[in-house]
């Protein structure tokens, strides 16, 4: 296959927010496909992604939107997933690939995986990219440059499938890794899941004392407090589904940092400054490993205009 060919003929979005958007946007820049539908049923939504005009055709039904389509994305919260997979089965056709933006693994292979009619090619995925902006109007073609997306493929898979998918999301700009469905869960629940919660609980804890404090945590409101504020604005029903379906790994690193958690509140108490000092040193070396692997940037970001946003 040619570096610049198109990789699919037709390829339909289940759900066209910031993931799926950005899918069509640099699937465009990049020549990937010939066609791209998007299945929107929400007509104020399909308004909006009319304007953003990321997509060929719009469509409120899914059979229009999946009939002869080579590849099938599945966009939307997770706790969807089942549903669609019944209801586009009968469309699907044989060869066609279907995969997922879906930020857990497990619950996609056993619900969705039942589902998929023989001579369907089905590849879960997971772009590891996003910012805390939801919506059709969202995306952007460069949001997946320089980020990693992990594909989970079940046992069986057809080679030459997992090349084509691999293929376009590289061409999408992301470097691709294959991964066990579990692996990817129990991994993205410290790296992402974990850290989300944590967030959304000290923004509403902060929540709470704004109403003694009289406007004061807004009002001085540091960079740190700043960013976990970002990481809280995401999505609600997308970071609900996650939590719901995938609570036996973030359950597990859970009881992980909460166990560091108290050794490190017993560090505080006793003013044992070797200990603080010591585990400091050891996450500021995390946070340049971090830049040195190109998921970051060195430049300093205080919430001012001008700098870019930041990836999930």
């Not at 919506?135 to 898979?157: H, K, N, Q, S, Y």
């Not at 790994?249 to 992980?256: H, P």
């Amino acid at each position: 296959m040619s570096e610049t060919a198109p990789i699919f003929g037709k390829l339909t979005l289940i759900g066209a927010g910031l993931i799926g958007s950005s899918i069509a946007h640099a699937a465009r820049r990049a020549n990937l496909v010939g066609h791209i539908a998007a299945y929107i049923p929400r007509p104020e939504t399909r308004a909006r992604a009319e304007k953003a005009g990321f997509a060929n055709s719009l469509h409120a039904d899914l059979e229009p939107a999946v009939t002869d389509a080579d590849c099938v994305v599945l966009a939307t919260p997770i706790g969807t997933y089942k549903s669609l997979a019944e209801n586009i089965a009968p469309y699907l056709k044989p060869g066609a690939i279907l995969t997922d933006v879906g930020s857990v693994k497990g619950v996609v292979v056993n619900e969705v995986g039942p589902h998929v009619p023989p001579g369907v090619n089905f590849i879960p995925g997971h772009p590891v990219a996003g910012t805390e902006h939801s919506g059709p109007e969202a995306g952007f073609a460069e949001l997946f440059d320089g980020r990693w997306c992990i594909l989970t493929p079940v046992p069986g898979t057809d080679s030459q499938a997992l090349e084509r998918l691999k293929t376009f999301w590289q061409r999408c700009g992301s470097s691709v890794e294959i991964m066990e469905a579990k692996h990817h869960d129990l991994v993205l629940a410290i790296t992402s899941h974990v850290p989300h919660l944590i967030a959304y609980n000290i923004v509403g804890t902060a929540a709470d004392l704004e109403t003694v404090t009289q406007s004061e945590v807004i009002k001085y409101s540091a960079s740190g407090f700043r960013d976990f504020t970002r990481i809280a604005a995401s999505d609600p029903t997308m970071w609900r589904d996650i939590f719901l379906n995938n609570r036996e790994a973030v359950l597990e690193m859970l009881g992980r940092f909460n166990e560091d958690l108290a050794a490190l509140q017993r560090a505080v108490r006793w003013g044992d400054g070797d200990a603080l000092f010591n585990l400091f040193t050891r996450t500021r070396a995390i946070r340049r490993s971090i830049i040195e692997a190109g998921q970051d940037t060195p430049a300093p970001n205080f919430g001012r205009s001008g700098t870019s946003s930041p990836r999930r």
